[in-house]
């Protein structure tokens, strides 16, 4: 039975028909998963008319109006008060909905077409980047990393929120960063680029990351390690840029999204605490000015203000809410931000699955950690753990700031994963 493993596996990595033909297989779960999700979420949501046409306008978020006045060559907004509002979202995942619905606007193969996407990147980026240096096993367990865990396998699944590109895209650039493959710092570039512009909370990774790579890769023959570092420079540059064309304003850092103010306003908040995490932080009671803005970034501007004196006011009382984030990120494995339902009951009953993922994450943290502290001498040679806790660290701070729900936690959830196999990879070479 082993050996019939060993050729089958021989065969699929090994020659160019196994490999087409596991690529098959890896995306016939995909759509198949797809479709049962696109089928479970439309008898949930009004998502799709009479005709299975994706209806873009209730695509929640926010991003729905965005999305269809691309759609309709309308132009790159959304709507407030009869005001554009240019950077209420990020457009990474808008583009791709995008692309997707100029192919078809069938709900189900909207679905379908987005995942086999991004399910045959991460697929392809997997395999040329381990292949040579790491043993089948590995490379299966990597490969199904994304579908392991049901909660994470749904948010990738998603199309409704840049979450579901970080499910895919994060792993990616960990996998990247510890690939030995010499053009590894292409899949590197791509990965931060598509993290730049799904979620503002990857601000600090995208800046930080491409000097980490000058740190461990001291190769100088490996002229491409200078990619990550332009892509982040274009990057701040072309948002930025657009930033200044359509508001006269060059938005950077905090500013990425005019949204970005309003959002932390719930957090900075002395209800917070009565509603995190079990609750929706939407449900939080707002005092709504009888102000109308003139531009989104006067809502910035006003909502940013009134944020930083409540921190002058209540500094203490946002430091104790920063525990109640710090123990959900690390032990929270109840469904949260609920909405009450029709008795106006909350559903924070406990996501089995999720229990399992945080007893990954946080095994994956100690394990890294002990490894970095008995060899803080010889840091440099344990990149592959530096880059894991650094990542962590990186993609933790800004939901400290603001606040983390699971959806939040599924790209430093999948990379928990895949780094606790690369340790018993590791662990088991070194044995043998």
């Not at 978020?61 to 407030?80: A, P, Q, R």
């Not at 299966?140 to 579901?164: K, R």
């Amino acid at each position: 039975m082993l050996d019939r493993i060993l050729n089958l596996q021989k065969f699929f990595f090994e020659s160019f028909k196994g490999l087409v033909a596991l690529y098959l297989i890896y995306i016939t779960i995909i759509v198949i998963s797809s479709l049962f999700f696109g089928i479970l979420f439309s008898n949930k949501f009004q998502v799709m008319d009479v005709n299975n046409n994706i209806i873009l306008e209730n695509i929640s978020f926010e991003f729905g109006e965005l999305i269809s006045n691309l759609f309709n060559s309308k132009g790159y907004y959304h709507t407030v008060d009869s005001i554009k509002y240019y950077f209420i979202k990020l457009p990474a995942l808008p583009f791709l909905i995008l692309f997707v619905t100029k192919l078809s606007t069938n709900f189900y193969l909207v679905v379908i077409l987005k995942n086999i996407i991004i399910f045959s990147i991460y697929f392809f980026t997997v395999v040329s980047l381990l292949k040579k240096s790491f043993n089948n096993n590995f490379l299966i367990l990597v490969l199904v990393t994304p579908i392991l865990i049901p909660y994470n396998y749904f948010v990738a699944l998603n199309y409704n929120y840049g979450d579901c590109l970080v499910a895919i895209f994060f792993p990616l650039l960990f996998i990247s960063l510890i690939s030995v493959y010499n053009k590894k710092f292409y899949s590197i570039s791509i990965a931060l680029f598509v993290l730049y512009f799904s979620k503002t909370t990857f601000f600090l990774i995208v800046l930080v990351v491409p000097f980490l790579i000058f740190y461990f890769e001291k190769d100088k023959k490996k002229f491409t390690k200078f990619l990550p570092l332009l892509i982040m420079i274009l990057s701040i540059l072309s948002w930025g840029g657009f930033g200044y064309y359509k508001t006269g304003k060059f938005i950077f850092g905090s500013t990425a999204l005019s949204q970005n103010a309003y959002g932390l306003s719930f957090v900075f908040n002395k209800e917070f605490k009565n509603y995190y995490p079990d609750k929706s932080t939407d449900l939080i009671p707002q005092d709504i000015p009888d102000l109308k803005f003139k531009s989104e970034w006067d809502w910035y501007n006003y909502y940013n203000a009134r944020n930083k004196q409540y921190l002058k006011d209540n500094f203490k009382s946002y430091l104790k809410d920063c525990t109640l984030k710090l123990k959900f990120i690390f032990f929270g494995i109840n469904r949260d931000g609920a909405q009450p339902d029709n008795n106006g009951n909350y559903n924070n009953k406990i996501r089995v699955s999720m229990v399992l993922a945080k007893i990954i994450f946080n095994l994956a943290i100690i394990l890294s950690l002990t490894k970095l502290i008995k060899n803080y001498k010889k840091i440099i040679n344990f990149k592959e753990e530096f880059y894991f806790l650094s990542l962590m660290a990186l993609n933790i701070a800004p939901h400290l700031i603001g606040w983390a729900t699971s959806k939040h936690l599924v790209g430093i959830l999948n990379i928990s994963i895949i780094y606790l196999f690369f340790y018993i990879n590791k662990y088991i070479r070194k044995i043998q």
